[in-house]
Nanobody, 120 residues
Framework: QVQLVESGGGLVQPGGSLRLSCAAS????????MGWYRQAPGKQRELVAA???????NYGDSVKGRFTISRDNAKNTVNLQMNSLKPEDTAVYYC??????????????WGQGTQVTVSS
């Protein structure tokens, strides 16, 4: 069993900052990549940022220059530092991981989601 547990969402004013964290647990052999997606009401889920093992991070166009993704491989965590937040960043943010468990092939996993609301 693999679990992704997110934390750090909440309410913030425009221009403010939030930091999201996601911790993966279970019998994990290796990660292909970890990342964050978001879904606003009435919209499709979209990529926010993703970081492959040993590779460069990839960001959605709307967050480039404002958000930074990072990984702690020793702790199986991925973090998302969000600065200069805008009302349009309001969404449920989902942690995503593509990983390999011992004795298995690559699979995709999702966290339960954490709400981020940017409003004055």
């Amino acid at each position: 069993q693999v679990q992704l547990v997110e934390s750090g969402g909440g309410l913030v004013q425009p221009g403010g900052s939030l930091r999201l964290s996601c911790a993966a647990s279970g019998s994990i052999f290796s990660f292909n990549f970890m990342g964050w997606y978001r879904q606003a009401p009435g919209k499709q889920r979209e990529l926010v940022a993703a970081i492959p093992s040993g590779g460069r991070a990839n960001y959605g166009d709307s967050v480039k220059g404002r958000f930074t993704i990072s990984r702690d491989n020793a702790k199986n965590t991925v973090n998302l530092q969000m600065n200069s937040l805008k009302p349009e960043d309001t969404a449920v943010y989902y942690c995503n991981a593509n990983l390999i468990q011992y004795g298995s092939s690559s699979k995709n996993y999702w966290g339960q989601g954490t709400q981020v609301t940017v409003s004055s």
